[in-house]
């Protein structure tokens, strides 16, 4: 069976949650804050990955919510699941999926092993987060443009 958002309902890793303008605002708005966190330069790079990883999963997080659902969280890998789910949300290439995934189980190592987190890592999570804020927000505004506030 291909992988579908409606297969991953099926399967209980998704719960249906109709789109909200809102919610969908606020996540984005929170992704640029952790984003703008993550850029300071004076705290930790780990606590700098933990920010722009934050970010990844709110963008992430808004996407899948455009299409009117959201991860059970009760359930283990709801992180993999708003991850992987990126290819159906907003199109993302597997081969950008695969990068955040990495970053995703880096922060895993990192929380669960106290692996440390040098400066270049937490740097390519910045990066990656920017330009995923970037791509859900084109494609929100190509796609559900009713979901978010216009640009000035």
């Known amino acids: 069976m291909p992988v579908s958002l409606q297969n991953l309902l099926k399967i ?8 909200d303008a809102a919610e ?3 996540l984005l708005a929170a992704a640029a804050r952790n984003l703008a966190d993550a850029r300071v ?6 606590t700098r990955f933990d920010a722009a990883y934050k970010a990844i999963m ?8 455009a299409h009117g659902y959201r ?17 159906l949300t907003i199109g993302l290439a597997p081969a950008r ?3 955040i995934d990495t970053l995703r189980r880096k922060r895993n190592l990192s929380d669960y092993t106290g692996e440390d ?9 910045i990066a990656e987060a920017d330009r995923l804020l970037q791509e859900v927000t084109v494609w929100l505004t190509a796609h559900r443009p009713q979901l978010i506030v216009p640009q000035r």
Request: proline share 9%.
């Open 117 to 125: 987190i040098d400066d270049s890592s937490a740097e390519h999570c």
């Open 24 to 26: 969908v605002q606020r």
């Open 41 to 46: 330069t004076t705290i930790s790079p780990e």
């Open 58 to 65: 709110q963008a992430a997080l808004a996407a899948l919510m």
């Open 97 to 99: 999926v695969t990068v």
């Open 12 to 19: 209980g890793q998704l719960k249906e949650h109709p789109p």
């Open 71 to 87: 991860p059970d969280t009760n359930r283990p890998g709801h992180h993999v699941t708003v991850v992987q789910g990126l290819t």
